[in-house]
């Protein structure tokens, strides 16, 4: 790519618990990725409250349940992304980095992002107390684009550290993020997740409805009817 043209550049940005829209983190990708592997699934909707000893429907049966089951399932949307880490290419914005740490403070920002927030009480802890409520995560929005700022849940983190420097801290990584985008459920008590969620998925079918319009004629070519 050149690096001469402006161009977008992917980010995460995470919020705190409650902390929508005004407290949020920032974690541009310096460099985009450049594959995003997606896959979009139907689960099988539950046809049943389903007992143990229950009679078992017949084959013609099932065959029509599992058809339904799948037409009334929940869409999911899973993904996997591969950021790249390059202590040469670092931002000027973060300049003032440790450059003895190499890339390390990136790597544990994107790590931080699948552990529970730290509240006020547990950063004033000693360790002694006795164990308290886990506290939940960010909510986190994979911003891809302008159309496309989708909710999602990191289900795993997989880091490559390539080189490193005279300390032993890498300067150079690969870290593959799996994510699972969230859906209707998550949103019912999520105001971050309902907007990322409306705000994709309108400019999904308004850009599917585009096309439709522009091959609607094309129709009467293809249909033998």
């Known amino acids: 790519m050149n690096a001469g043209l402006n161009y977008l550049r ?41 007992t143990e000893g229950a009679a078992q429907p017949n084959t013609a049966d099932a065959g029509t349940e599992q058809a339904s089951d799948a037409s009334s399932g929940v869409t999911k949307e ?3 992304v591969q950021i790249r880490l390059d202590f ?21 920002a994107i790590e931080d992002l699948l552990h ?27 911003v891809w ?10 289900t795993s983190i997989t880091v490559n550290e390539s080189v490193f420097n005279t300390q032993l801290y890498p300067v150079r990584a690969e870290i593959d993020v799996a ?12 105001e ?13 079918r308004q850009m599917a409805q585009m096309f439709y319009e522009r ?3 094309q129709g009467s070519s293809i249909l033998p009817l």
């Open 10 to 50: 992917g980010a995460f940005i995470a919020y705190e618990p409650g902390g929508y829209p005004d407290n949020k983190r920032v974690i541009p990708f310096r460099i985009n990725p450049e594959g995003l592997s997606r896959q979009v699934a139907v689960e099988q909707g539950d046809a049943g409250g389903g």
């Open 78 to 80: 899973s993904f996997t």
């Open 88 to 108: 040469a290419d670092r931002l000027e914005a973060i300049q003032n980095l440790p450059e003895e740490l190499g890339v390390s403070p990136e790597i544990a």
């Open 116 to 142: 529970p927030v730290e509240s006020e009480a547990d950063a004033a802890s000693d360790g002694t107390e006795a164990v308290r409520q886990r506290q939940p995560r960010s909510t986190v929005l994979f």
């Open 145 to 154: 684009g302008r159309k496309r700022v989708l909710p999602v849940r990191i």
């Open 179 to 190: 994510l699972e985008v969230m859906g209707e459920a998550d949103a019912r008590d999520n």
């Open 192 to 204: 971050a997740v309902s907007s990322a969620l409306n705000f994709t998925n309108g400019n999904r």
């Open 215 to 217: 091959t609607a004629d």
